[in-house]
Each structure stands twice: as structure tokens, then as C-alpha cells.
């Protein structure tokens, strides 16, 4: 989805934040292409944005916490899905 966004002209990036205590970095970063960042005892977004595993946090511009769409409830496999959170993230962005 990265790719389309850039594509379609949209200033949206896409990260991933592994949760404190969590390993896997190295794992997550064969899988794909998104940057990957460890939240930390400092930042502790997991708990400040009241984060559920495999949610997908919109940020406005402000990168203040806006929606949550969650991907093991919304499977991007389905095609609607995928098309919601496109939808979320370009409205967002716009």
C-alpha cells in the first residue's frame, strides 16, 4: 500500500513499532519493507495510543492519534478492507 500512496502522489508514510518487551525486529524485517521502529520506556506509544496488536494507528499531521483500524479483525486480504484503510489514510492525510 506504501508504494500506491507514493505513487498516487500522498505524503503518507507507513511504519511498524514492535512493543517493549517484544522481539522480532529482526524477524519483522524480512517479512516486508516498512521501517521499523522499537518503542521504548520514553516514548511508550503502545500504552499512550492504547494500542492492540496488529492495529494500524492514523496520526494526523500533528502525529496526534486520530482512528485505529485494527488487521486481524479487518483482514487486508479482504479487498474492502484494503480499500477502507486507503480511504482512512488518504482522508486523513487530505
Do not use: C, H
Not at 505513487?7 to 507507513?14: K, R, S, V, Y
Not at 519483522?28 to 503502545?46: C, F, H, I, K
Not at 499512550?48 to 496526534?64: A, C, F, G, P, S
Not at 488487521?71 to 489514510?89: H, I, Q, R, V
Amino acid at each position: 500500500m506504501q508504494s500506491e500512496l507514493v505513487a498516487e502522489g500522498f505524503e503518507i508514510q507507513l511504519l511498524a513499532v514492535n512493543e517493549i518487551g517484544f522481539s522480532g525486529l529482526s524477524g519483522m524485517a524480512s517479512r516486508g519493507d516498512l521501517p521499523l521502529l522499537q518503542d521504548t520506556e520514553d516514548q511508550n506509544v503502545w500504552i499512550e495510543w492504547d494500542v492492540t496488536y496488529r492495529d494500524v494507528v492514523i496520526l494526523d499531521r500533528n502525529n496526534q492519534k486520530v482512528d485505529v483500524f485494527n488487521l486481524t479483525t479487518d483482514s487486508l486480504s479482504d479487498p474492502d478492507n484494503y480499500s477502507a484503510l486507503k480511504t482512512l489514510l488518504i482522508s486523513t492525510a487530505e
